[in-house]
């Protein structure tokens, strides 16, 4: 789904996967370094960079691969020759299937070679990290302070800091990200006798609206997405945050989520909704369901649909939408997640939600892993991110930027300054696509009729496969 591998900042960040193909400049020179010492190169006046990048100008992702070009590397070439360093950094992009370039960066790293920085989808950085292509940043720079103490940490809120984190341990530096949310239509709410500035505090109270709605002839009162026809859009926006809001993560401590309590109690919930017509079933098996369900929305059909900022920015955008709302700002409200019930959430908390985005790493190969920190942080730095938006009000990883750059749009800020630190992210893990297949089905089943205990267990026996093993899985 584009609006969930997306990255959100144009330009540092070009889509979900970001590699290079083998035989680049930074492949040569980060295969013959022999990886051992940290320090390798530091003084060296004469470096060669490449940064690689599964994005191309006037191809996919065209904006990132502009910036990486044309702006981003030649400020930091007039910024290293103002210290006196020649540098080269060379761009390698291109625009391949996103599973095809993982494999060939995976390829790369197992040879030890590849560019000496690349952009990852944030879901790859534990896969990565547990097949040993990346290390921590500290154990790539040789520095814990020097790493530790670079100021943009404190602009990246630690939850959206976890996108390139694995295990407790900064792989990359996160880029641009997105949340989610609960939209509403303003105008079916009044006619329901609802409040315009809507805020439920439960599952009970999301229930309880879209009763209202219900009474309004050709409405649909909710869309959650489900079913295996809306893929990841179905685990993101629907059940991942469900479930962070019982207070369960779909892994923890290494074992996988399977029929437990909490998956029960998300499943109950999307029976509350399809079973009693407070929700659309057919919706959730069309092919364009979830299409259809943007174009309901803007025509005032459905009155609560969970989404993330993509929905705001690029489905109602009144001018170049794909749903175009010409009234988006006066009739679309927005409202955080609720957990099940208050401080049921993750970490205690009353509200939750879930985001994407990817990370940038620097290559533990590298022939230059000082300068490639160097590179890491300028590109990183205020100056750069705001450039790589270009002028355009999406949501970065740093809350200095969102600050200025978002103020005059009410939705995106609430998501930088409400959402970003509540957000919870997916398991950057190998068997996470299936695992989150077997909840896409899940759900389906609910859907289709099924009873929760019956979906459940089909589900289990779907992660033990998925997993490896009942060893892998917990049912507490």
């Not at 880029?175 to 509403?184: A, E, I, K, M, N």
């Not at 999301?206 to 009474?215: D, H």
Request: with cysteine; glycine share 12%.
């Amino acid at each position: 789904m584009r609006s969930l591998s997306r990255l959100t900042t144009a330009g540092v960040l070009g889509a979900a996967a970001l590699a290079l193909l083998t035989g680049c400049l930074g492949s040569s020179d980060a295969g013959s370094s022999g990886g051992q010492d940290a320090n390798r190169n530091a003084d060296a006046k004469k470096v060669e960079l490449t940064i690689g990048s599964n994005s191309v100008k006037g191809g996919k992702s065209s904006a990132g691969a502009t910036f990486l070009s044309d702006v981003l590397i030649p400020k930091f070439v007039a910024d290293q020759k103002g210290k006196g360093v020649d540098v080269t950094v060379k761009f390698q992009g291109d625009g391949s299937d996103d599973e095809v370039y993982k494999q060939k960066l995976s390829l790369d790293l197992s040879n030890k070679s590849g560019p000496d920085l690349f952009q990852i989808d944030g879901i790859w950085v534990g896969e990565f990290a547990q097949a040993g292509y990346i290390k921590p940043l500290t154990d790539t720079v040789g520095d814990a302070a020097k790493v530790n103490d670079w100021d943009g940490w404190k602009q990246i809120p630690e939850s959206v800091q976890a996108l390139g984190s694995y295990n407790g341990q900064r792989y990359g530096v996160p880029g641009g990200t997105d949340g989610r949310v609960l939209y509403f239509n303003k105008k079916l709410f009044q006619q329901a006798g609802l409040p315009a500035d809507w805020q439920p505090k439960s599952w009970d109270d999301i229930i309880s609206a879209g009763q209202a709605l219900k009474k309004l002839p050709g409405v649909t009162p909710i869309q959650i997405n489900a079913g295996t026809a809306m893929g990841e859009a179905t685990s993101m926006q629907g059940v991942l945050p469900l479930l962070v809001g019982t207070g369960a993560t779909v892994n923890t401590d290494g074992k996988w989520l399977g029929n437990s309590p909490q998956l029960r109690q998300v499943l109950d919930f999307y029976h509350q909704i399809y079973s009693t017509g407070l929700g659309d079933p057919v919706l959730q098996k069309e092919a364009k369901g979830r299409d259809k369900s943007f174009a309901e929305f803007a025509a005032n059909k459905i009155g609560i649909l969970g989404e993330s900022d993509y929905f705001w920015r690029s489905v109602v955008e009144p001018k170049e939408g794909v749903a175009k709302m010409a009234d988006r700002d006066s009739a679309v409200g927005w409202a955080l997640i609720p957990a099940m019930k208050p401080g049921a959430g993750v970490k205690g908390q009353d509200f939750v939600s879930m985001s994407g985005g990817g990370a940038t790493v620097i290559n533990p190969n590298t022939k230059f892993p000082q300068q490639a920190w160097e590179l890491l942080q300028f590109m990183n730095s205020a100056e750069m991110v705001k450039a790589s938006l270009d002028g355009a009000a999406k949501i970065t990883q740093r809350s200095d930027v969102n600050s200025e750059v978002l103020a005059s749009d009410p939705m995106l800020s609430f998501i930088a300054e409400k959402v970003l630190p509540i957000t919870q992210f997916r398991p950057g893990l190998a068997e996470y696509p299936k695992i989150s297949a077997a909840l896409q089905q899940a759900t389906a089943d609910v859907v289709a009729g099924k009873s929760t205990d019956a979906a459940a267990s089909a589900y289990q026996k779907a992660v033990e496969a998925a997993a490896g093993g009942k060893d892998k899985v917990t049912s507490n």
